[in-house]
């Protein structure tokens, strides 16, 4: 074997054993946390201690419905500790709520709801917005998640 | 202004602009006229067979002629410098973006106005400047590097410039503002606040790209299969070439899906029955999309590999470090990209199984990138003397650029980083890391190679050409990595406005962008000083010929 071919394997091999190392990782991690992928609407997939949220997405605002009937818009009040589930449908065009702090991501689809479940932990005001193009003023489709202890 | 002053403006403007058309046609037709004489003294009965002959082989400098021949020369010039318009149009939009998000709130360009250049910058750039690049480089290198046998299919070749131009035009003229993702039910919205009022014009025009793009990878594929010279081997020609064949076969397996989703877009417009009604859902198009929208990416990238291979063997005198593990790997990466666009639907909702299957293929179309940039690596290694000339300058900071991005896009793929950042300008800075420092440096690097050739043995001055090298390398870096830091932390990409909290990466991007607009302005001024300059070398560029004088100069002074 000649050395180009012996620095040829050694590299390839460093690169793979690399990638396989955070494959690893990644496949642990989706397994760990199924609940917390976005995933098609499904009741009895939803955690047993979740509370739902039921989430509308429409041009240009995010529209939050809670366990008790009421409704706020652009802004989500959750309590630090719990678990929830958001339920998220669109009314017009596709949608996507990013809540970059907790890393939750959902597309709101038309026909198509999703579920994602999530824990805040810290009580505080955190930022989400949309982050699928959705028009004149999808920019201003965002808010804040309050999150209270 | 009184109607009857608009009437005469408007006859005054018509009038020039008929003038100009004629006279263009006229041009053209008496051209054409002595052109065709020509051929028949000759003997020939057509006319553009007899010229392509005539031209056969020789140096092709650029002349307003290019319109009238349509030998492969011809064809790739054309496309070269049609896309090199493009590219200063869509930067010219993109510089705008940039400039209007100075301030958290939309004050210098309005939201409609924004969304309308987003959607052109990112159309313009990928259709019409990267493949067209990539193809007008194959036209113009092939026939030289792989010695062809015949040069026929120019009248082909021209309509499907035609066609390509045109759709590009014709997408400029629609004002769509779908963004180039062109989901429905957004982009069914023929309205100013939705997809543009004349969004059906963009469908139509997108179309007429893929027809003419398809048309050209045919030929393309045709010339490098069929009419390259017997004695070059398919295991003997450049690594360039394997990169057109990767790149185009890559094009044509995977552009059919979104040619059909577009035209069951089109249907929608009167009679919507295929993405937006109660049993269907817009992610269908999504899927189609992507099944091409992931492989347009590769597209822009793999054909600049090859020219980068061709640059770092001339530079450094030294054979590829492994012609094999270069050539497999690109062929890897084709079989491999095809197998990864799911991951840009990752939070779609469309099941954990596909979030499993998408992110861990992902992680395997890495190695063979990673194998193209360690061979780069190494041929630089082994070479004895690397002369730093303008492009390869251009090469070494692409391959820096590429590690960057690429680690960057790695990243993306665990899906704990793509919850995050998926949808913010962390992706953003992903690919401009790669697009600005790969498809553009690269496509910058090759045009000053071939310098001498397009202008008939001028020469660009080397210090220009250094600063433009390092402002737009330094813009780049700027520009991305303010991206990259802001969108880690949850900054949207695609808006018009943004939190305020964001306003430091924004501003800092804004620099960078600026700063890369202000290079390709020295570019523009250093082409057009010399162009002015009288020739003082051969037209003999080092990527396609072998003389004695042209070895030592890297085609500027």
């Given amino acids: ?149 | 202004m009184s109607t009857t002053e608009l009437l005469i403006l408007a006859s005054v403007i018509g009038s020039l602009v008929a003038i100009l058309v004629f006279a263009i046609y006229y041009l053209a037709v008496s051209k054409s006229e002595s052109m065709s004489l020509t051929a028949k003294e000759e003997g020939y009965t057509d006319s553009n067979a007899y010229w392509r002959e005539q031209l056969y082989g020789k140096p092709r400098p650029l002349s307003w002629s290019i319109f009238s021949y349509d030998d492969a020369k011809s064809i790739g010039l054309r496309y070269i410098f049609t896309s090199i318009l493009f590219l200063f149009i869509a930067g010219a939009f993109g510089v705008m973006m940039r400039v209007s998000l100075f301030d958290p709130n939309p004050v210098i360009i309005q939201p409609i106005i924004y969304n309308i250049l987003m959607t052109q910058h990112a159309t313009l750039m990928i259709y019409m400047f990267a493949i067209g690049a990539a193809l007008g480089f194959g036209y113009y290198l092939l026939p030289t590097q792989l010695r062809l046998k015949r040069d026929n299919m120019g009248h082909w070749s021209s309509v499907a410039y035609w066609l390509w131009v045109l759709g590009g035009t014709l997408f400029v003229i629609s004002r769509s503002s779908m963004r180039w993702y062109l989901y429905p039910p957004l982009s069914l919205q023929l309205l100013p606040t939705g997809a543009g009022t004349y969004n059906w014009l963009a469908i139509i025009a997108m179309e007429l790209i893929f027809i003419g793009v398809t048309m050209a990878a045919v030929i393309v594929l045709k010339v490098i299969f069929i009419d390259r010279a017997d004695d070059i081997p398919l295991s003997k020609m450049p690594v360039f070439a394997w990169a057109i064949v990767f790149t185009l076969i890559m094009l044509l397996s995977s552009d059919e899906p979104l040619m059909v989703g577009l035209g069951m877009l089109f249907y929608d417009f009167f009679n919507p029955v295929f993405f937006t009604t109660s049993t269907s859902t817009p992610l269908t198009f999504a899927v189609l999309f992507w099944f091409w929208g992931h492989p347009i990416v590769y597209i822009a990238v793999i054909p600049y590999f090859g020219l980068m291979y061709d640059i770092i063997t001339r530079f450094s005198k030294t054979p590829v470090y492994s012609y094999f593990s270069g050539v497999f790997s690109l062929g890897l990466l084709m079989i491999l990209s095809e197998l990864v666009w799911g991951h840009h639907l990752l939070n779609s909702g469309l099941g954990i199984d596909w979030v499993l299957f998408f992110t861990t293929a992902s992680f395997i179309v890495v190695i063979p990138s990673a194998l193209t940039v360690f061979n780069m690596i190494g041929t630089l290694w082994k070479a004895e003397k690397i002369r730093l000339t303008t492009p390869m300058l251009f090469v070494i900071n692409a391959i820096l650029d590429f590690i960057v991005g690429g680690v960057l896009g790695v990243m993306l793929a665990n899906q704990s980083v793509n919850e995050v950042a998926h949808g913010t300008y962390f992706v953003t800075g992903h690919f401009h890391f790669i697009f600005v420092g790969l498809t553009l440096g690269v496509t910058m690097a090759t045009f000053y190679l071939l310098y001498p050739t397009f202008s008939n043995g001028r020469v660009y001055d080397e210090r220009l050409a250094k600063w433009h090298f390092y402002i737009t390398a330094f813009g780049s870096m700027l520009m991305s990595v303010s991206w990259a830091i802001g969108g880690y932390l949850g900054m949207p990409r695609a808006v018009a406005g943004y939190f305020a909290q964001f306003q430091v990466y924004q501003d800092s991007a804004i620099i960078g962008g600026v700063i890369i607009g202000i290079g390709q302005l020295v570019f523009l001024y250093n082409i057009a000083k010399s162009w002015l300059a009288h020739p003082t070398t051969d037209p003999y560029n080092i990527l396609e010929y072998r003389t004695e004088t042209n070895q030592e100069i890297g085609g500027g002074e």
């Fill in chain 1, 1 to 149: 074997m000649n050395s180009k071919v012996k620095h040829e394997l050694i590299y390839s091999l460093v690169v793979i054993a690399i990638l396989l190392a955070v494959a690893v990782v990644n496949i642990n991690y989706i397994d760990g946390h199924k609940a917390n992928i976005a995933q098609p609407e499904n009741n009895s997939t939803v955690p047993a201690n979740s509370t739902i949220i039921h989430v509308t997405g429409y041009q240009w605002a995010w529209s939050f419905t809670y366990a008790n009937g009421t409704t706020s818009t652009d802004k989500l009040y959750v309590q630090a500790g719990h678990n929830y589930t958001l339920q998220v449908q669109s009314k017009d065009v596709i949608h996507d709520l990013l809540i970059p702090s907790l890393g939750l991501q959902v597309y709101a689809v038309p026909g198509h709801p999703n579920q994602v479940s999530f824990e805040p932990m810290k009580k505080g005001s955190y930022i989400f917005e949309c982050v699928e193009y959705c028009g004149q003023d999808h920019y201003l489709m965002r808010g804040y998640m309050e999150v209270s202890s």
